[in-house]
């Protein structure tokens, strides 16, 4: 491991300490998105994502040239997996997150444009999801119990 490979994994350590992330789900982070500044994810929320009962981690990181990553540790019964729930090179990423409880959530009028790229008409899970705020005044509300990328645009 280089001496700077060293002082991020420290860094992440540092973090999680802080904020209550395990370790083990920082690496696990670290280990599949190496490029993201992991070890300085904000706006973090954890919540119980995939339903199996052990609470996930999602928070917002970023690369050095400004690309931005909503990831997540699942906290699975044998560890920490690492997911993306989106990603983006746009300088008006998500500039906060909460908890999006469950139920179904609809494309709001106000959204201007076509879908986009992973954008949805509908989404609706059982199960509790992410809500983005940023993104040029808008929110994304994301479901990630079945793992499945995309997101709806709910307006301002």
Same mark, same amino acid.
């Given at each position: ?77 044998? *560890?920490?997996? %690492?997911? +993306?729930?989106? @990603? ?5 990423? !998500?500039?906060? =997150? #909460? ?13 201007? *444009?076509?879908? %986009?790229? +992973?954008?949805? @008409? ?5 199960? !509790?999801?992410? =809500? #983005? ?24």
């Amino acid at each position: 491991m280089s001496r700077a490979g060293g002082v991020a994994i420290w860094l992440a350590m540092a973090a999680s300490a802080e904020s209550g992330v395990p370790q083990a789900a920082i690496r696990a982070l670290q280990l599949q998105y190496p490029a993201y500044v992991v070890s300085s994810m904000e706006h973090l929320v954890k919540a119980d994502v995939d339903g199996d009962g052990r609470e996930d981690w999602i928070g917002v990181a970023s690369k050095e040239n400004g690309d931005w990553a909503v990831l997540v540790a699942y906290h699975a019964e044998d *560890g920490w997996r %690492a997911g +993306n729930v989106d @990603m983006g090179h746009q300088t008006m990423g !998500p500039k906060e =997150l #909460a908890v999006l409880p469950p139920g179904r959530y609809e494309r709001h009028g106000s959204c201007v *444009g076509t879908v %986009a790229v +992973n954008e949805r @008409m509908a989404i609706s899970s059982p199960l !509790p999801g992410v =809500l #983005a705020t940023g993104f040029g005044g808008q929110r994304r509300a994301y479901q990630l119990g079945a793992h499945a990328w995309g997101f709806v645009c709910l307006g301002q």
